[in-house]
């Protein structure tokens, strides 16, 4: 069975270590993808990171719709 992941991406001005790997950060810059493990879970908690689907929701505009005539 594969082990479950998510998607996440820091919060804008955070650089937030890898589990296992302190050196190499998860940035605001692009989404990555990781193990659903606690330690993530933690963060996303703490409000350093973010689902990216949760990211990209609060990041940007919310796209326009249509007018209808």
Known sequence: MT???ITV??????RVPQE???RR???EAAP???PDSAYYR??????DLALAADAA???GPAPQKPKEE
């Open 3 to 5: 082990p479950a992941t």
């Open 9 to 14: 991406k820091a919060a804008p001005g955070v």
């Open 20 to 22: 296992g790997m302190p």
């Open 25 to 27: 950060y998860i940035t």
């Open 32 to 34: 990555v993808t990781v």
């Open 42 to 47: 933690r963060r996303i908690a703490d409000g």
């Open 57 to 59: 929701a609060v990041s």
